[in-house]
């Protein structure tokens, strides 16, 4: 087997891993454009609202992260803002009722959760330094926050 082959199945190995990594890891993820378009998620993510699929395949690239009218109610946009501008941000923590924002996007779903959650977000750069994702990952604290 040639070198330049064996590099190409390396990086589809490495490709997979990384998609394996993301969508079993049990911490949510969501991953958005340089416009703010939800480009991918994964299952905990979904989990973490109680996102049918059907809810979920409609998402994609119709949820806008910088036009959410929620996050900017609960005043978490500047944090937004500067995560999309490539700082590595630690929102204050917040309940989020995903309800809303599916109205919104006039998305119907029966139940959504509305969980406590701490958000920490960066920005994924190219070899040039561009910026060319925005990452989220969230921590769901619902049950430790009604314990208090």
């Known amino acids: 087997m040639n070198s330049k082959n064996q590099n190409g199945e390396e990086f ?15 911490v949510p993820i969501q991953i ?7 480009i991918d998620f994964n299952s ?11 809810v979920t395949k409609k ?3 119709t949820y806008n992260v910088l036009e959410d009218k929620q996050a900017e109610k609960l005043g978490l ?3 937004v803002e500067k995560t999309f501008k490539g700082e590595i941000v630690s929102f204050p ?6 309800g809303n924002t599916l109205e919104d996007l006039n998305i119907k779903q029966t139940a959504s959760r509305k969980p406590w959650i701490k958000t920490k977000g960066f ?14 990952i969230s921590e769901d604290f619902t049950m430790q ?3 208090i």
């Open 77 to 79: 946009m500047p944090y």
């Open 44 to 54: 905990a993510y979904a989990d973490l609202f109680s996102l049918s699929d059907a």
């Open 59 to 61: 998402l994609i690239h």
């Open 12 to 26: 589809l190995a490495s490709d997979q891993l990384l998609k394996n990594f993301i969508a079993q890891t049990p």
């Open 123 to 136: 920005s994924i750069v190219d070899e040039k330094g561009v910026v060319t994702q925005i990452v989220f």
């Open 32 to 38: 958005h454009s340089t416009d703010g378009m939800l």
């Open 93 to 98: 923590e917040y309940e989020y009722d995903s």
């Open 145 to 147: 926050k009604e314990a």
